[in-house]
């Protein structure tokens, strides 16, 4: 079957890194995806990999390995407004996502 | 820029009465649409998509019906809610199939008593 695995919360403080891993099994593999939530709101698309590395966007980065059907991602510079859930979610080789239950992030002062 | 809006926001609807949930999108031509439902602690469940006018894909069989009657319009139905159909509601956009990178609607919260 197919399925996302990922912590359910994770707390760091402001300021520091935090690394919120994602453990996948899909049929095939067209791609990693993560996307930020916060509460009551909509998901909003943070990232993308489909080939193994390192893919860094300003504080945020997203790294893949398809060996292992690994991901993560890590956050630098905690800010506040960082508190949300992050999804994780891989595309088959049918092109659907399938989604992780996603991690709530608790930013502390 | 392109836009999605989907309402109503909040909804409290009693068991085995109607549902209609709708979405529009603006902004860009012939988008793949798509209705998620989230339940609290699981990941978000694709219940319907469309890539075209009158073109929709059921991937899970239960109560819901999904339409698109023009390009950028996508309406969500039920004719009799249950019990198991509170949840969050999201309505998304992709300019194809291939892409995962979803554009989320605001989300409607249907409570069902």
């Known amino acids: 079957g197919q399925n996302i695995d990922q912590p359910t919360e994770m707390t760091a403080t402001e300021g520091a890194i935090v690394q919120i891993n994602c453990t996948y099994q899909?049929?095939?593999?067209?791609?990693l995806f993560w996307y930020q939530q916060h509460a009551g709101e909509a998901p909003t698309f943070l990232s993308y990999?489909?080939l193994d590395g390192l893919e860094e966007k300003g504080r945020f980065s997203s790294f893949l390995s398809r060996s292992k059907g690994y991901s993560y991602l890590l956050l630098k510079e905690l800010q506040m407004k960082d508190s949300a859930s992050y999804l994780c979610?891989?595309?088959?080789?049918?092109?659907?996502?399938?989604w992780g239950a996603g991690t709530k992030l608790i930013i502390k002062p | 820029s392109q836009t999605i809006h989907q309402w109503p926001a909040t909804l409290v609807q009693p068991v085995g009465s109607p549902l209609s949930l709708e979405c529009t999108v603006e902004?860009?031509?012939?988008?793949?649409l798509y209705w998620y439902r989230q339940a609290a602690g699981r990941g978000l469940q694709l219940l319907f998509y469309?890539?075209?006018?009158?073109?929709i894909s059921s991937e899970v069989p239960q109560n819901l019906s999904a339409s698109r009657p023009q390009d950028r319009q996508f309406i969500l139905s039920s004719k009799k809610l249950l019990l198991s159909d509170s949840g969050f509601y999201l309505c998304?956009?992709?300019?194809?199939?291939?892409?995962?990178?979803?554009?989320f609607g605001e989300g409607s919260r249907l409570t069902v008593l």
């Open positions: 899909t049929s095939g593999f067209n791609g």
């Open positions: 902004g860009t031509s012939n988008p793949n």
């Open positions: 979610a891989g595309m088959d080789s049918n092109y659907q996502l399938i």
């Open positions: 998304a956009w992709s300019t194809g199939r291939e892409t995962g990178e979803l554009f």
């Open positions: 469309s890539v075209g006018i009158g073109q």
């Open positions: 990999n489909v």
